[in-house]
């Protein structure tokens, strides 16, 4: 959902606090608990966290506060986005499917069978990975880490 709200919000990343933390799978080499603030070039900030020790499973949900409005998004019961306090107009996905994870496959068989253009380009998606690595840069120095952007130089 990273790469979603950075893409709504439309400016770019600029700095990072996170922490991570093993509570209950201490056996493996990943956290199952990490969350973090990430500071937008225009000021806005994000918040975001993962726990994969919540019980019961926890609803993805994506809230968005704006001087005009709220924009709710929900993944439980069903996908869901709600607004309050403006009017948007709703499109349609470009790929057909019940489930999010099935349009997207629709649209990476496209992409790769039918030579159709990708939705998410490699540069759209390096900001996300540029704010991943500096929240993890962040939970190891316990600082707030600047967000070095990734260019498309090098990347086959």
């Not at 973090?36 to 225009?42: H, Q």
Request: charged share 15%; hydrophobic share 40%.
């Amino acid at each position: 959902m990273l790469d979603v709200v950075l893409w709504a919000l439309g400016s770019q990343p600029a700095f990072a606090n996170g922490q991570i933390a093993q509570r209950i799978f201490t056996d493996v080499e990943v956290e199952d608990l990490a969350m973090g603030t990430i500071e937008m070039s225009d000021g806005a900030l994000v918040q975001i966290c993962t726990a994969m020790i919540a019980k019961p499973e926890q609803a993805i949900r994506v809230e968005v506060y704006g001087q005009e409005g709220t924009a709710v998004y929900q993944d439980k019961p069903f996908p869901s986005v709600r607004f309050h306090g403006l009017r948007v107009q709703k499109q349609r996905p470009p790929h057909g499917g019940v489930h999010a994870l099935q349009r997207s496959l629709e649209g990476f068989r496209a992409w790769v069978l039918d030579q159709q253009p990708y939705l998410t380009s490699a540069s759209q998606a390096l900001p996300v990975l540029a704010v991943v690595e500096a929240l993890y840069q962040s939970a190891q120095t316990g600082c707030k880490e600047c967000v070095q952007p990734y260019t498309l130089e090098g990347i086959q």
